[in-house]
């Protein structure tokens, strides 16, 4: 099964966003989103990563059958 990985990215500069970026097995960007701060962008990771636990397991689930 291909891989999906995703990263919290610092501003490099003051006034820029914490950004939530989340990479496809090939190394391009499925989706990136600006953030307030560290914190609610490794929340966001968290839910996307769930999100995508979720699918999987409803596949698995229905596959099953």
Request: proline share 8%; net charge negative.
């Amino acid at each position: 099964m291909a891989t999906i990985s995703g990263a919290v990215y610092d501003p490099p500069n003051e006034g820029l966003p914490t950004l939530t970026v989340v990479f496809g097995a090939d190394g391009n960007v499925i989706i990136a989103r600006p953030m307030p701060g560290r914190q609610e962008a490794e929340a966001l990771l968290a839910q996307i990563r769930q999100s995508i636990q979720n699918t999987i397991d409803e596949q698995t689930a229905g596959g099953a059958g």
